[in-house]
């Protein structure tokens, strides 16, 4: 489970403090070193937990915690506020278009599991708001891509819109968006293609994507497991393409928490959604402030 292995080091960092009359700067410094540590070997950003401790530190050197009867409790309470404010505080909603469709652009490297991920977020969009959306096919370099999606498609008896044998991405989303607009889909979902890094071609495409498009949310889909990894891509991919929000794959293999603790630190952009397992339905809205 997320979080695992660090909620229990953290909360070993912080148990010689429950308890204590009166904290020292001492005990202060200590419980922080060990925390820096924890935060550190979960894989988060070095930058991120250097600033989270010098915030811990000064709060809980603060006249109202050393003055307040259960100083110890205090300090819990600021490193529980902290972990949730590194990940954003609250859970951020989709942007919605004004006029349907609401167009949703994913986009990730390889091997994150983006395909699948915009499966389900249709179903998790059907199942909310009763929506009815349209895929559109715009992975046309892995083999089995278009397939995949189209099959996804069948399972959630959502439509999938792709062109056989067309080389240009941004004309197939243009004629994908015209199906749309005839069909009266509420939500377009534009899958693009991923390479094993970010690379100048598929910036360049993305590009040409987004301006095709339009969309009112591009989605960076990461896997959590990479931990300090995640954060560099995101921050690459949202220089060139200013995404709007994330979604962290795999989560329920990451017993580390890097990644999460990390991105909306970096980037200033939100966890939107987690997917944890493998079905369609294992997708949920990101909560900040249940995680930390």
């Known amino acids: 489970m997320a979080f695992e292995n660090l909620s229990e080091r953290i909360q070993k960092a912080l148990k010689n403090l429950t308890g204590k009359g ?11 070193r060990e925390i820096r540590l924890a935060l550190l070997e979960a894989d988060v950003n070095f930058k991120v937990v250097k600033d989270f401790i010098k915030t811990i530190k000064k709060e809980a050197l603060g006249k109202e915690v050393q003055e307040s009867l259960n100083p ?15 990940m954003g505080e609250e ?38 708001e009763k929506a009815r959306p349209l895929l559109i096919a715009g992975d046309i370099y892995r083999p089995a891509a278009v397939d995949q999606l189209k099959q996804i ?31 009266k889909n509420d939500y377009v979902l534009i899958d693009t293609a991923g390479r094993l890094e970010i ?40 220089e060139r393409l200013d995404v709007t929000g994330v979604i962290l794959t795999k989560l329920d293999g990451d017993t580390r928490g890097g990644a999460a603790l990390s991105i909306r630190a970096v980037t200033g952009k939100p966890i939107i959604f987690t997917g944890q397992g493998e079905k369609l339905t294992d997708l949920d809205n990101f909560y900040p402030d249940r995680m930390a």
């Open 72 to 86: 110890g409790q205090q300090v819990i309470k600021i490193v529980n506020e902290q972990l949730t404010k590194m």
């Open 153 to 183: 498609g069948e399972q959630l008896k959502v439509p999938v819109y792709s062109e056989d044998g067309e080389k240009d991405v941004a004309k197939i989303v243009q004629d994908g968006l015209a199906e749309a607009e005839k069909n």
């Open 91 to 128: 859970a951020v909603p989709l942007n919605k278009s004004k006029h349907i469709p609401t167009i949703i652009m994913m986009v990730g490297l390889q091997g994150t599991g983006k395909t699948t991920t915009v499966g389900k977020l249709a179903y998790h969009l059907q199942k909310t």
């Open 199 to 238: 690379d100048e071609p598929l910036m360049e495409e993305l590009e040409r994507v987004k301006k095709v498009a339009n969309p009112d949310n591009i989605l960076l889909v990461v896997d959590a497991m990479t931990g300090q990894a995640a954060t560099d891509v995101a921050k690459g991919f949202d």
């Open 22 to 32: 009166k904290i020292s700067e001492e005990d202060i410094n200590k419980a922080s």
